[in-house]
């Protein structure tokens, strides 16, 4: 199993960015997705979650609104596009398999709001 994710950065607030997290090793369209993050000193938390099928799970009270889970099973892919964003949204991104933070992780991506 491998999760690969794409797309952080450092971006300004207001602005947006488009993770992406490309799987492999199982079959993606089985399985639910999910995005995480962990900010410095903080535990991680979920983010959004999807399952197989596209329909969402849930997301975190702080993102509703301005983030969107998405997945495109032809593509072994699942995607966070964030809008609107906050500082307090900077944090190291991780893409998961399933909804329940206890399956398959991948190495992290950086998103970091500053202006």
């Known amino acids: 199993v491998q999760l690969v994710e794409s797309g952080g950065g450092l971006v300004q607030p207001g602005g947006s960015l488009r993770l992406s997290c490309a799987a492999s090793g199982f079959t993606f369209s089985s399985y639910a997705m999910s995005w995480y993050r962990q900010a410095p000193g903080k535990e991680r938390e979920l983010v959004a979650a999807?399952?197989?099928?596209?329909?969402?799970?849930n997301y975190a009270d702080s993102v509703k609104g301005r983030f969107t889970i998405s997945r495109d099973n032809a593509k072994n892919t699942v995607y966070l596009q964030m809008n609107s964003l906050k500082p307090e949204d900077t944090a190291v991104y991780y893409c998961?398999?399933?909804?329940?933070?206890?399956?398959?992780w991948g190495q992290g991506t950086q998103v970091t709001v500053s202006s």
């Open positions: 998961s398999r399933g909804h329940l933070g206890n399956d398959y």
């Open positions: 999807i399952n197989s099928v596209g329909g969402i799970i």
